[in-house]
């Protein structure tokens, strides 16, 4: 069993990075072996539009054909039995390289057939884990549930069984002092800090573990 874990955050030891490892301690805990990627530390863009994955007899069909740092990656997301992917939120979607990440991850696996039609050759656990500055009720006043929702709609249309972790409200700053954020109540983001994200690092530890079950799929 193989469990993957995919950082589009920036930050290596901060919010999303933190869920997503005790995403993967979850999965160890039912003896998976585990990985985490940071995208950051990667030299890649997003779609070229060169449909080399879609060439009829093509060989590359189904397959991304560009050679970047994603390559490698990509071979490893076929090997896995569990993807899970976490991005901070920036105005309302992932980060850009979380963005082109999934480009590339999901086009090659989607037929242009009608309806369109998953080519990946089997069903594998993918999960969502994002983290924001906003809180619930702003999340969907500001419509980021209907796009994040598409994000997990294809996932599971490509992949199987998907499911999404939000973490809201997050703790941005070690000092709020030294950084221009009369916006919030520093008071209360550290309040939050201490009483929720210790549920929500559970909340990743759970579906860290449910994914690495035998029966899972």
């Not at 070229?48 to 050679?67: D, L, P, Q």
């Amino acid at each position: 069993m193989k469990v993957m874990a995919i950082n589009g955050s920036p930050r290596k030891k901060w919010n999303t990075a933190t869920l997503l490892e005790k995403a993967l301690e979850g999965a160890s805990s039912q003896g998976a072996e585990t990985e985490l990627i940071h995208l950051y530390d990667l030299d890649y863009k997003g779609c070229i539009s060169c449909f080399a994955c879609k060439t009829i007899g093509g060989k590359s069909y189904g397959r991304c054909v560009v050679k970047d740092d994603l390559a490698p990656v990509f071979k490893k997301v076929e090997e896995a039995d569990a993807v899970i992917l976490g991005s901070p939120i920036y105005f309302g979607t992932v980060t850009g390289e979380m963005k082109s990440f999934m480009e590339r991850l999901m086009f090659p696996f989607t037929a242009y057939t009608d309806p369109y039609q998953a080519i990946f050759p089997r069903k594998i656990h993918t999960g969502l884990i994002y983290t924001m500055n906003v809180t619930e009720e702003d999340m969907k006043e500001r419509g980021y549930t209907l796009h994040l929702g598409i994000q997990e709609m294809v996932l599971q249309m490509i992949f199987g069984a998907s499911e999404s972790l939000y973490c809201y409200d997050t703790y941005q700053f070690e000092d709020y002092a030294k950084v221009v954020s009369s916006r919030f109540d520093p008071v209360k983001k550290a309040e939050r800090r201490r009483e929720v994200f210790p549920e929500d690092c559970m909340k990743a530890f759970e579906m860290g573990a449910r994914f690495a079950k035998k029966d899972a799929r």
